[in-house]
Every structure is written in C-alpha cells, then in structure tokens.
C-alpha cells in the first residue's frame, strides 16, 4: 500500500550520493555509518557517511516491534519483539534474506554472538534463553536450544509472597561464559526484588550462578573488548536512582559501580576510554570513564518538542571511531556527537530503538 | 442501513403507506413531500406511538433528526439467518467493524475515522461503558433482542451525550407484540443459537419475555506464518484454539398506558457471557478466561401535558468482567482481576411545540462508578443540559435543527457538545442537508486514573473535541433510494500514549487528524420481493500532529475504501441473499509502513418459506475462504455454513 506521502526525493538523493561516491571501499555497508531500527516503524533506517548523512528511511521492513540489530559481514540480524522472528538482512541489497521464528511468547529483547556464530537471545517474557543459528535453512528451526531463567522466591523477592520474575533482558557473552541480567519485575513490572546476573556455561548449558547486584531493574550488559570486565546498565526505579554495576571477569565478582543517575539503559564504549550510556529517563546521555568510574557531565539531546509534559527518552547510543550517535525515541531523531562540535539530529524512521555503528 | 418495510407489511410497496416505525428513516431523506411526511406524522395510530415515544424519549431529539446522516438497519425485516450484531453492521456507511475471533468474540465498530472509544454505543438510549478502553464490545449484545440499529454520523449525535466523536449507535430493544418468535440455528465451530420471545397483553398492560442463548466451540484453522512473514517456509496450518464462547440473554418488559396521556415501561436486559480468550498471534493462551456481565434496569414514563410531552427516566446499566490468565500466557503475568460498573441515571425532559415548530430541554443526572483497584475506585458524576429545536418554515419544506448539549463531569470539567442543521426539500424526491457541529469525548477512567504495567494515567487529561460539517442529497421514489453525502471532521486534542520514559507511557492531548470522506448508498426494489443495496465509504485520514513519520499519514486500522453489495429475495416461499463486502487495505501503524491486506467476503443464503411464519435457511459465509485478518495479529476464519429455523406467529 503506498504510503500518501512522497518519498521519492529523498530516495532520489540517495541514489544519487550512491552513485556519485561509488561502492565506498570494501566494506560490504558502503558508506553507511549507522543502521538505525525503527521500533515503531517497523524498518530500517540508514545514515550515509556524507556531511550532513543523506538518510534513508525505510529500507528494509523487518518482523513486529524490532528491538535490537547486529551487524556480523554482510548480514544485519534484527530481534523482533512482537513477532517473536529473527530477521537476517543482507546489507548490500537491504533484502530480508532468512527469517526464523523463536517461538510464541518469547518477546525476544536481546542477543549477543558466540564464538562459534550462535547466538543467545534473551526472552523478556517466556523467561528463558535460547541458543540460535541464524544460518540455517529457512524452513528449519533455527532455535538449537532453550535454558529456563530462575524464577520465584530463587530471585529473592523483597516480598516473599509477592516474587518476581527473571525478566531476562542484556546478555553478553565472554569466552564460554554468557552473562544474562534478570531485572526480576513483580507481577506490576515494577521491581520485585533485587536484579542479578546470571552467569551460565555455554558449553554445557546450565546455569552457574548467579551474582546479586547493588541495584534494581539491570537491563543491559556489555563487555569490554578484551573481555575483563562487563558493566551493567541498571535503571533502578525510573525515579533518577540508576547505576552502572562493573563485573569482574577473572574474579567473578563485582568491582565497581558508577552512581549516574537517571535510568541507564543502552551503552556503547567509545575508543576515547569513556562508556556513554542513554538516559531512559529524560533524554540525556550520561557517561563515565571506565577506568576511573568518574561520571561526566550529562549532555541533553532529545528536548520535549511536542506537547506539554511530554519527555522524550534516549533509547541508544553507539560508538564508532570519533563519533557517537544518540536515538531519540519520540521524537524520531538521531544525534551525531563529536567532541568539540555541535550534535546534529537527523530524522529517521518512527521510534528509532536501536543503532549500530560502523567505523569509518 | 435504511429502514425497508417488509412485503407482507407494506404490500409490496415501498415507503407507502408510511409507518411511524419509518419515519425517522423517511426523514433523513426528507425526500417526499411535505404532505406524505404529514400525513405519517397524523396517522400515527395510539399503539405505535406508545411504543416509539415510551420507549425512547430522546426521539423527539436527534432520533428524528432531518439534517442529519443516519442510517437504520431494521433486524425484524431482515432475512432470519444467523447473523451477529457486529456482522450486520458491515453495512453502514463510513463504520470501520473490527472483529477479533468470530462468534462471541471481541467486536468494535467506529465511525468516520475515529476509533471504537470514539463511537458512543447507546442500549435503548443508555449509554454502554468501557472503562478499560478500547470501546464496547458489541457481541455481549444479544442480536436477538435488538429491533433496529440507528446510526447517526457526525456532528449530528452531539446530542446523544459526551463520546460521539464520529457518531453514534442506538441498539434499540424489541418492543411487547402479541406474538412469538422461535429461531434456532447451527453451525461451523460448533455454533448454536437458541431465541425464543413472547409478547401478550393483560388489560392495558402489554408484555415481552424474551431469552436467548449461543454456544460456539469458536476453534477454527488458520494459516500461522510463526511472526515471520518473509519465509513462508516455516508455515503451518494451526487450530485457533480457546477461542470458545457461551452466553446467555434475557429480556422481560412491561409498558402500559395510563389512559390519561401518560404511559409507563419497565425493562430488564441481563446477558452472561463467558469465553476464552485466544491471544494475539505470538502471545496465545490456552486457558485465558473472561466472564462478562450486563444487567440494564429501565423505568420510563411520559405523560401529555396539553400539547407538551413531559418525559421522565430511571436507569440503571450494571456491568461485570472477571478476567483470567492464571498462567501469564498473555502478557508474562498471571492476572486474576474483577472489575465492576455501576452507572444510574435520572432523567427529564420536556418537549414543548410552538406553531410548526418545537423545542425540547432536558436534565440527566447520572453517576459511573468503577471498581477495580488498578484504577482506584473511581466514579463520575454528570449533570447534562440539552436543549434543541426543530424550526419549520414554508410548509416544512424547510427545517432548522440546532441542538446544544451541557455536560459537567466531576473528573473531566465542562464541555459543550452543539450542532445545527438545516434540511430544504426540493420536490419530485429530491432534498438537501447540512449540519456543523462540536462533539466531545471525556477522558475514560482508563486514561485518567489506570496504573498497570508500562501504561500510567494522567489526571490532567481533557476532552477530545471533533469538528465536523457535512452536507447531503438525496432521492426518494417509489422502490428507488438513494443518498450521497459528504463530510469533513477535524479531531483534535486526541488522546495518544506517549512515552514518559522508557517502558512507560501515558496518555496525552496531542493528536490531530483531519477527515474528509463520502458516503453513498442505493437501494432499489424493482420488483416484489427483490431488494438490492449498494453501500460505498470513501475516507480520507491526515495525521496532523506535526510529529515526524506521522504528520500527514493516514489513521492506521481505516481503509481508503469501503464497500457493500446486498441482493435479497423474499417472495413465493423462496428467500436467498448474496451479500458482498469490501474492506480496502489499511495500514496498521502510524508510520503507515505496514499494512493489512483487502479484504472480499461474500456470504449467501438460500431458503424456503412452507408456511408465512416458518422458514428454514443456510448460509455460507465467507464463501471465498478469505483468511486475511481483521486487526493485526488476530485471525479471522475461513469458509462457515450455518443453518437457521425459525418460526413465528401473531402480531407483526
């Protein structure tokens, strides 16, 4: 069905900045710099390399409500949330190649990638996580297996006749280990008792422990590249009480946190030693040094633009090279950092959730 | 739908002579001339006007309105298949039906671009409530039981009440007769349905008793694509499952005149539903339960004062809902939650006519109340003011009908709902109309007060306001009906759940749209017994919310183009229909990037009539076996056969 509004200028531009800076090296993306996963929009948008971007809105439609991309050669994989599918999308003719269905009641949120290429969802709902193989036929099962989360009085509910549940959501993988944080949310969503993170061995699938974390509501978890440490992103109550819990590797044990405020969700770790991390709360971007743990100063990029009382929250962030870029999710923008500019916004598509980022 | 007597009633001739039971569908076209319509109103005999006026009241206010879009669609003139309330209402003009699983499922309709909430649904002039949002769900309405359906559109059911942004339903109930009904059908799904009323009369005391039930297995198979649309590899035929329903329905009414003028009516409507609840696609449950309730207690009374009619009414709606999903199949969270409504209103009104013209006041006090915890227990109390008129000039050829109507909410403030409309007759069948007007929608307690999962609401909500001008045609001959209309609807402050943060949304007023559309409509009895109808809605939607990706789209869930083809036969104990709908593609998001398919369904029936009062039928719906959805994410099923006896005797 066509949309009632015009597109093809845009697609026009786009075409024409394609063709008038050729292939863009060797990188199967060409010029693209950032992928952007429009949540509501249910598609891809695309920034070029140009100065500003030419976006490109729309390339690709992916499954319901996507929730996160990964970038892995050619192949883009995207977790759909509400189709509870697996989209891979070919990045050079920005065609869904394969899709694979995770199965009914997943509400898959996250997804990290194994050595071995597999990779581990994390299903917000049906609390569990699978171990997936985005290359296999597609009329087969892509699913290779499934690992149920603790659930009950296990989580330590605050209220042992009110226990939560796992509510699986970050994971992040580290040799053979997977790092998974539970926010364990009660039956109202908000937190039952303390979040944690789980820890299970890849190889032989089971659960090994599972660490207890200082704050509420972890959401994400990120590795550093050498695999030291993880820092985990934990939102607390949405009332400006967030952390960034820092997990020893090695010494299986927590070795730090970082009192920032707000709620920090999304993270990337830039080349300048710093991790900057989205404000779910109202619109910042927060950041801290990562060897020191010292907060920097917030910086406020998605301003109220519509409505009394309406606030609009960073949903991503995400680092490549000199340049980090921010998702505003209601207000449909993305904004380019660099240190001693200006930010810029570009519109994208309707709900931008996710980014990823290609180096130069 | 346009009221149609029946042959055995009317002789075979349409529109003449004119019943009261026509005569606000004959007023809508104003297209006879001012004699025929005059007449009508004098030859009212005692009994019929009985009926209408106690009743209903308000129709000495929009009921009757001349410059107004509304349509009827009389149930007790239409074929005896096994249709459902929500299926019949396919056949309106510029409504947008949504079903979510078949028979005894979840159903909503709106009008004109706005959404099921926007669209007031009135049970013989009492408002329905959903508190939970969403709009009412039309299968816990017994069809069985309702008459005729009046659809008023646009500003003109600004009367009606706070709520009818793109209009309004009245469901109205069967009235006492000395007669009976018998109808039982069968069918796909493992449906049945049993009706059977009676109507007798004691002195000046007429009665109906009334009881209907239904029973539908509901499973039915559908292609599942597994959420992954691109690879059709990883299809499967799937059984929709806990999608079962049973209800059952009564209905007891009492009306008698005083012979002093005055006459009385008491009614009592329940109706128990209780169903599974099958899931979105993705999200499915297996043992998901809902129960419903719905209790209307009705007292009315008028009496003739003179030339003035002094109209007074008690009632008192009562709903009920459990709700079960004891294993989180739904949404991750065991749920076990009760919510009850209680609503009573009291109300007077008083027509007073002047020369040719008239005008009519009223007072409603009513009070809503709500129990369910996640919303904190609470009630609304209302006091509406309404004042209208009907102006006649050059013989009634020419009408003026303002209408204004004050409500003063105790959550929601003050908002006033007006409309004016003129109407001109031009001759040889042909007429005229336009109204403007402001229609409000008070915030629902879900808005306002509902904390539960990501959503939190938001106290400092107000109205949602719809301005709309329309202007219509239309030509009235014998067998021949036709009307064309246009109109144009600006809905602003809309309530929209924005996100206040990550995972948590609240409601604000922050959407505009703008809607402009046509509707059109023929109906044609060439010959005895042979009836066609030709329905066609063309809606133009514009988001005007100036956000980006959204300003300038249209409204997701309403197709561009709408359509409808009916062809019936009653004469010579055969009875068939082939009724065709088409229901254009829609986008389902407010990006306008995906969209659900069109949608082509045609049912038929065929019968046989032995006896006047006994006829037996076979439908086949949805004889193309279109298996698209409805509402994205949830199914609708394929090709059914269901099979209808009924019986009836006594007094037409």
Redesign the interface.
């Given at each position: 069905m066509k949309r009632p509004r015009c597109r093809w200028l845009g697609l026009t531009a786009w075409a024409f900045v394609a063709s008038a800076c050729g292939a863009g090296g060797d990188s199967p993306l060409g010029d693209v710099r950032l992928i952007v996963v429009d949540s509501l929009g249910e598609d891809l948008s695309i920034l070029s390399a140009d100065s500003p971007p030419v976006v490109q809105k729309a390339v690709v439609k992916v499954g319901k409500a996507p929730n996160q991309v990964l970038l892995d050669g050619a192949e883009a994989w995207v977790l759909s949330s509400q189709s509870n599918s697996l989209e891979v999308v070919d990045v050079t003719t920005w065609k869904v190649e394969r899709q694979y269905a995770l199965g009914d009641g997943c509400n898959p949120y996250w997804m990290a990638q194994a050595g071995d290429g597999t990779l581990i969802v994390s299903c917000f709902l049906s609390n569990e996580i699978l171990r997936v193989d985005p290359r296999v036929a597609a009329g087969a099962s892509a699913v290779l297996s499934r690992l149920p989360m603790p659930t009950g009085v296990d989580l330590n509910p605050t209220d042992p006749q009110k226990p939560g549940f796992a509510r699986p959501q970050g994971v992040a993988v580290v040799g053979n280990e997977v790092f998974v944080t539970l926010t364990n949310l009660g039956s109202d969503w908000a937190p039952a008792g303390p979040g944690f993170l789980l820890v299970a061995d890849l190889a032989a699938w089971v659960i090994t422990r599972k660490v207890e974390l200082p704050s509420r509501n972890p959401g994400f978890v990120y590795a550093e590249r050498n695999g030291g440490r993880l820092f985990i992103t934990a939102s607390g109550d949405f009332s400006g009480n967030g952390a960034v819990e820092v997990y020893d590797v090695s010494a299986r044990a927590l070795s730090g946190r970082v009192a920032l405020g707000g709620a920090p969700g999304r993270m990337c770790l830039a080349d300048d030693g710093r991790a900057y991390v989205g404000d779910q709360l109202d619109g910042r971007v927060l950041s801290f040094d990562t060897q020191t743990l010292a907060a920097g100063d917030p910086q406020v990029l998605c301003p109220a633009d519509f409505g009394a009382g309406i606030y609009d929250f960073v949903a991503d962030v995400a680092c490549a090279g000199s340049v980090r870029w921010a998702a505003c999710f209601a207000t449909d923008k993305v904004h380019r950092l660099r240190t001693g500019e200006a930010p810029q916004a570009f519109e994208v598509g309707d709900g931008p959730v996710a980014l990823a980022a290609v180096a130069p | 739908m346009h009221a149609f007597s029946r042959p055995y009633a009317e002789g075979g001739v349409l529109f003449l002579p004119l019943r009261p039971i026509l005569l606000t569908t004959i007023l809508l076209y104003a297209g006879s001339v001012r004699p025929q319509a005059q007449s009508s109103d004098e030859e009212r005999s005692s009994e019929d006007e009985e009926t209408v006026e106690v009743r209903a009241p308000r129709q000495d206010g929009p009921a009757d309105l001349e410059a107004a879009a509304r349509s009827e669609i009389r149930l007790d003139e239409r074929l005896p298949s096994a249709s459902s309330l929500p299926r019949l209402l396919h056949e309106a003009p510029s409504a947008r039906l949504r079903e979510f699983g078949g028979e005894g499922q979840l159903a909503t309709v709106a009008l004109r671009g706005g959404s099921p909430a926007q669209t007031l649904i009135l049970l013989d002039g009492v408002p329905l409530p959903a508190p939970a949002g969403g709009g009412v769900d039309l299968s816990l309405v017994p069809v069985e039981f309702i008459e005729r359906i009046e659809v008023l559109r646009g500003a003109a059911a600004a009367d009606l009440g706070a709520g009818a942004l793109g209009g309004a339903l009245n469901l109205i109930t069967r009235v006492p007769r000395e007669n009976f009904l018998l109808k039982l059908s069968g069918g796909s799904f493992g449906t049945f349905r049993g009706a059977a009323a009676t109507g007798f009369r004691s002195g000046r005391t007429r009665f109906l008793l009334a009881a209907s039930g239904q029973s539908s297995e509901g499973d039915f198979p559908f292609l599942d694509d597994?959420?992954?649309?691109?690879?059709p590899?990883?299809d499967r035929q799937r059984l929709r499952q806990n999608n079962d329903s049973r209800a059952l329905a009564w209905l007891a009414r009492a009306q008698s005149d005083l012979g002093t003028g005055g006459v009385w009516a008491i009614t009592h409507l329940g109706t128990i539903q209780e169903r599974g609840v099958a899931g979105l696609l993705?999200?499915?449950s297996r043992r998901a339960r809902e129960r419903s309730f719905l209790e209307l207690l009705d007292l009315r009374a008028h009496h003739e004062a003179g030339p003035a009619l002094v109209a007074l009414s008690i009632r008192q709606l009562a709903t009920a809902r459990r709700f079960s999903d004891p294993l989180g199949?739904l949404?991750?969270?065991?749920?076990e939650s009760r919510q009850e409504t209680n609503g009573l209103d009291v109300g007077a009104s008083v027509v007073l006519p002047f020369l040719r013209h008239r005008a009519r006041f009223s007072l409603t006090g009513a009070t809503l109340s709500l129990r369910d915890r996640a919303y904190g227990d609470p009630v609304r109390r209302t006091v509406s003011l309404g004042a209208s008129g009907r102006l006649s000039f050059f013989d009634d050829a020419l009408r003026l009908e303002p209408g204004a109507l004050l409500t003063l909410a105790s959550d929601a403030g003050s908002e006033v709902s007006a409309s004016g409309g003129a109407s001109l007759r031009l001759g040889h069948g042909w007429s005229v109309f336009a109204n403007a007007g402001r229609t409000v929608r008070l915030p629902e307690f879900a808005e306002l007060y509902l904390r539960?999962?990501?959503a939190e609401g938001n106290p400092?909500l107000f109205s949602e306001e719809a301005l709309s001008a329309e202007a219509g045609l239309a030509l009235r001959r014998r067998g021949l009906l036709l009307s064309l209309g246009g109109y144009f609807l600006h809905y602003r402050n809309l309530i929209v759940y924005?996100?206040?943060?990550?995972?948590?949304y609240k409601p604000?007023?922050?959407g505009r749209v703008d809607v402009a559309g046509a509707e059109a409509e023929l109906r044609l009895r060439p010959v005895r017994g042979l009836e066609a109808q030709l329905v066609y809605s063309l809606l133009l939607s514009?988001d005007r919310?100036?956000?980006?990706?959204?300003d300038?789209?249209?409204v997701p869930g309403w197709p561009v183009h709408q359509g409808m083809f009916r062809l019936a036969w009653d004469r010579q104990r055969l009875l068939a229909e082939a009724a065709a709908f088409w229901i254009g593609?829609?986008?389902v998001?407010?990006?306008?990037?995906?969209?659900l398919p069109q949608r082509f369904l045609l049912d038929l029936s065929a019968g046989v009539r032995p006896s006047p009062d006994t006829s037996l039928m076979v439908e086949v719906r949805n004889l193309l076996d279109q298996r698209t959805q409805d509402v994205r994410g949830f199914p609708v099923s394929g090709i059914s056969v269901f099979l209808t006896l009924s019986l009836k005797g006594g007094e037409p």
């Amino acid at each position: 069905m066509k949309r009632p509004r015009c597109r093809w200028l845009g697609l026009t531009a786009w075409a024409f900045v394609a063709s008038a800076c050729g292939a863009g090296g060797d990188s199967p993306l060409g010029d693209v710099r950032l992928i952007v996963v429009d949540s509501l929009g249910e598609d891809l948008s695309i920034l070029s390399a140009d100065s500003p971007p030419v976006v490109q809105k729309a390339v690709v439609k992916v499954g319901k409500a996507p929730n996160q991309v990964l970038l892995d050669g050619a192949e883009a994989w995207v977790l759909s949330s509400q189709s509870n599918s697996l989209e891979v999308v070919d990045v050079t003719t920005w065609k869904v190649e394969r899709q694979y269905a995770l199965g009914d009641g997943c509400n898959p949120y996250w997804m990290a990638q194994a050595g071995d290429g597999t990779l581990i969802v994390s299903c917000f709902l049906s609390n569990e996580i699978l171990r997936v193989d985005p290359r296999v036929a597609a009329g087969a099962s892509a699913v290779l297996s499934r690992l149920p989360m603790p659930t009950g009085v296990d989580l330590n509910p605050t209220d042992p006749q009110k226990p939560g549940f796992a509510r699986p959501q970050g994971v992040a993988v580290v040799g053979n280990e997977v790092f998974v944080t539970l926010t364990n949310l009660g039956s109202d969503w908000a937190p039952a008792g303390p979040g944690f993170l789980l820890v299970a061995d890849l190889a032989a699938w089971v659960i090994t422990r599972k660490v207890e974390l200082p704050s509420r509501n972890p959401g994400f978890v990120y590795a550093e590249r050498n695999g030291g440490r993880l820092f985990i992103t934990a939102s607390g109550d949405f009332s400006g009480n967030g952390a960034v819990e820092v997990y020893d590797v090695s010494a299986r044990a927590l070795s730090g946190r970082v009192a920032l405020g707000g709620a920090p969700g999304r993270m990337c770790l830039a080349d300048d030693g710093r991790a900057y991390v989205g404000d779910q709360l109202d619109g910042r971007v927060l950041s801290f040094d990562t060897q020191t743990l010292a907060a920097g100063d917030p910086q406020v990029l998605c301003p109220a633009d519509f409505g009394a009382g309406i606030y609009d929250f960073v949903a991503d962030v995400a680092c490549a090279g000199s340049v980090r870029w921010a998702a505003c999710f209601a207000t449909d923008k993305v904004h380019r950092l660099r240190t001693g500019e200006a930010p810029q916004a570009f519109e994208v598509g309707d709900g931008p959730v996710a980014l990823a980022a290609v180096a130069p | 739908m346009h009221a149609f007597s029946r042959p055995y009633a009317e002789g075979g001739v349409l529109f003449l002579p004119l019943r009261p039971i026509l005569l606000t569908t004959i007023l809508l076209y104003a297209g006879s001339v001012r004699p025929q319509a005059q007449s009508s109103d004098e030859e009212r005999s005692s009994e019929d006007e009985e009926t209408v006026e106690v009743r209903a009241p308000r129709q000495d206010g929009p009921a009757d309105l001349e410059a107004a879009a509304r349509s009827e669609i009389r149930l007790d003139e239409r074929l005896p298949s096994a249709s459902s309330l929500p299926r019949l209402l396919h056949e309106a003009p510029s409504a947008r039906l949504r079903e979510f699983g078949g028979e005894g499922q979840l159903a909503t309709v709106a009008l004109r671009g706005g959404s099921p909430a926007q669209t007031l649904i009135l049970l013989d002039g009492v408002p329905l409530p959903a508190p939970a949002g969403g709009g009412v769900d039309l299968s816990l309405v017994p069809v069985e039981f309702i008459e005729r359906i009046e659809v008023l559109r646009g500003a003109a059911a600004a009367d009606l009440g706070a709520g009818a942004l793109g209009g309004a339903l009245n469901l109205i109930t069967r009235v006492p007769r000395e007669n009976f009904l018998l109808k039982l059908s069968g069918g796909s799904f493992g449906t049945f349905r049993g009706a059977a009323a009676t109507g007798f009369r004691s002195g000046r005391t007429r009665f109906l008793l009334a009881a209907s039930g239904q029973s539908s297995e509901g499973d039915f198979p559908f292609l599942d694509d597994r959420g992954t649309a691109e690879n059709p590899k990883d299809d499967r035929q799937r059984l929709r499952q806990n999608n079962d329903s049973r209800a059952l329905a009564w209905l007891a009414r009492a009306q008698s005149d005083l012979g002093t003028g005055g006459v009385w009516a008491i009614t009592h409507l329940g109706t128990i539903q209780e169903r599974g609840v099958a899931g979105l696609l993705g999200f499915v449950s297996r043992r998901a339960r809902e129960r419903s309730f719905l209790e209307l207690l009705d007292l009315r009374a008028h009496h003739e004062a003179g030339p003035a009619l002094v109209a007074l009414s008690i009632r008192q709606l009562a709903t009920a809902r459990r709700f079960s999903d004891p294993l989180g199949e739904l949404t991750g969270v065991p749920v076990e939650s009760r919510q009850e409504t209680n609503g009573l209103d009291v109300g007077a009104s008083v027509v007073l006519p002047f020369l040719r013209h008239r005008a009519r006041f009223s007072l409603t006090g009513a009070t809503l109340s709500l129990r369910d915890r996640a919303y904190g227990d609470p009630v609304r109390r209302t006091v509406s003011l309404g004042a209208s008129g009907r102006l006649s000039f050059f013989d009634d050829a020419l009408r003026l009908e303002p209408g204004a109507l004050l409500t003063l909410a105790s959550d929601a403030g003050s908002e006033v709902s007006a409309s004016g409309g003129a109407s001109l007759r031009l001759g040889h069948g042909w007429s005229v109309f336009a109204n403007a007007g402001r229609t409000v929608r008070l915030p629902e307690f879900a808005e306002l007060y509902l904390r539960s999962g990501f959503a939190e609401g938001n106290p400092d909500l107000f109205s949602e306001e719809a301005l709309s001008a329309e202007a219509g045609l239309a030509l009235r001959r014998r067998g021949l009906l036709l009307s064309l209309g246009g109109y144009f609807l600006h809905y602003r402050n809309l309530i929209v759940y924005e996100p206040a943060a990550a995972f948590r949304y609240k409601p604000q007023n922050a959407g505009r749209v703008d809607v402009a559309g046509a509707e059109a409509e023929l109906r044609l009895r060439p010959v005895r017994g042979l009836e066609a109808q030709l329905v066609y809605s063309l809606l133009l939607s514009c988001d005007r919310s100036g956000r980006p990706n959204r300003d300038g789209n249209r409204v997701p869930g309403w197709p561009v183009h709408q359509g409808m083809f009916r062809l019936a036969w009653d004469r010579q104990r055969l009875l068939a229909e082939a009724a065709a709908f088409w229901i254009g593609e829609n986008f389902v998001n407010q990006a306008n990037t995906k969209s659900l398919p069109q949608r082509f369904l045609l049912d038929l029936s065929a019968g046989v009539r032995p006896s006047p009062d006994t006829s037996l039928m076979v439908e086949v719906r949805n004889l193309l076996d279109q298996r698209t959805q409805d509402v994205r994410g949830f199914p609708v099923s394929g090709i059914s056969v269901f099979l209808t006896l009924s019986l009836k005797g006594g007094e037409p």
